[in-house]
């Protein structure tokens, strides 16, 4: 099948996750995978205490990635910039930095509230998408995929916090 014209970034979560289930090779045949360094690095931490299903094949991983890129100190001092109050693990930063540097034909991908947090401060919850709908848009069917990579929980996440900010940029009453 080939791939989808935009990149799809991924976080360690949506790695870790499509590889739990079995789904890694439908998801990157289906859409050109980009990831950051930190995220790869990530993949391999606590490798020997992981489940089988769990270890991600260093080799594989690096050859089904359309692209593994760095961030720099100054794409992360520019993020924290703009989001200072928002933590994020290290691979999330780094995803973030990056993804900031792209032209317009992306989507990210990751469930960390935190980093869907910063997507909704940027303005760019349009870009932010679930693992559950980018295998519905390579016909992959997920079996036993955990709530926070489902659209459902994806779509309610981002509208709590859509309000949440709209709530912050008033202030108080």
Not at 89 to 97: K, V
Not at 142 to 150: C, I, P, V, W
Not at 160 to 172: C, H, K, L, T
Request: hydrophobic share 45%.
């Amino acid at each position: 099948m080939p791939r989808l014209a935009r990149a799809v970034l991924v976080d360690t979560n949506v790695i870790l996750e499509a590889w739990r289930i079995g789904g890694w090779k439908a998801l990157a045949s289906g859409h050109a995978l980009h990831t950051v360094e930190t995220v790869v690095i990530e993949t391999q931490t606590g490798y020997q205490r992981r489940h089988e299903a769990q270890r991600i094949d260093l080799a594989e991983l690096k050859r089904s990635l359309a692209g593994v890129h760095g961030a720099t100190e100054r794409q992360r001092a520019e993020l924290a910039v703009r989001v200072p109050d928002i933590l994020l693990d290290p691979g999330e930063r780094d995803l973030w930095a990056h993804a900031l540097t792209l032209p317009d034909t992306w989507v990210l991908c990751g469930p960390d509230k935190a980093s869907l947090r910063v997507g909704v401060r940027l303005g760019l919850r349009e870009r932010l998408v679930s693992l559950e709908a980018l295998w519905r848009e390579v016909g992959y069917a997920a079996k036993g995929l955990r709530e926070n990579f489902t659209a459902n929980w994806h779509q309610r996440t981002l509208s709590a916090m859509v309000v949440a900010e709209r709530g912050a940029e008033r202030g108080p009453a």
